[in-house]
């Protein structure tokens, strides 16, 4: 079965850095694009960052852009996100999410159990 | 950016009953492709988001049949037909036609 395990999530000081993991396994990861999308407390989903299944392509949102980097290792079926310059708005619930592939290739299907982040002083 | 907008934010039914939540998107959804990429996503409190519906109204494997999505263009709908208790969470609609935006969610709680 799909499984999704995010971790590297903890509370960091604003302005200092953060690496998000994501194991994938029960698919082949590397035909699969991939999401990061977080959840503030108690908020609505936001859709962070997209890499496509061989890295070829990658799109972030506004509120990210230049801070944080998406990437994946399909050699280790690990997808990561690498946050810099945290503000203490950054604070959510960071879940990996599949690419619907077979839906096609543009929405989402499976996700993981998420990580928190708390960026505070 | 597609704003999607979702109606109501609160819906409270009584266990049996049917359940209706929209979503309108403020543009068109309809892809390049002809596909029309809108989602609706279950979250049950303490869970992540699960995928319910896919690309209007097709259900994700093993949602049951008494969940449906409908609609066209900008407007959709989510149903269920008769509401039970492991109902109660959060919606969402998704849109990935252009990008990746959500709705605000509808909380769906028994009366």
Known sequence: QVQLVESGGGVVQPGRSLRLSCAASGFIFSNYGMHWVRQAPGKGLEWVAVIWYDASKKYYADSVKGRFTISRDNSKNTLYLQMDSLRVEDTAVYYCVRIHVAAGGLGVDYWGQGTLVTVSS | ?111
Not at chain 2, 63 to 70: A, E, I, L, M, Y
């Open chain 2, 1 to 111: 950016d597609i704003v999607m907008t979702q109606t109501p934010l609160s819906s409270p039914v009584t266990l049996g009953q049917p359940a209706s939540i929209s979503c309108r998107s403020s543009q068109s959804l309809v892809h390049s492709d002809g596909n029309t990429y809108l989602s609706w996503l279950q979250q049950r409190p303490g869970q992540p988001p699960r995928l319910l519906i896919y690309k209007i109204s097709n259900r994700f494997s093993g949602v049951p049949d008494r969940f449906s999505g409908s609609g066209a263009g900008t407007d959709f709908t989510l149903k269920i037909s008769r509401v039970e208790a492991e109902d109660v969470g959060v919606y969402y609609c998704m849109q990935a036609t252009e990008f990746w935006t959500f709705g605000q969610g509808t909380k769906l709680e028994i009366k």
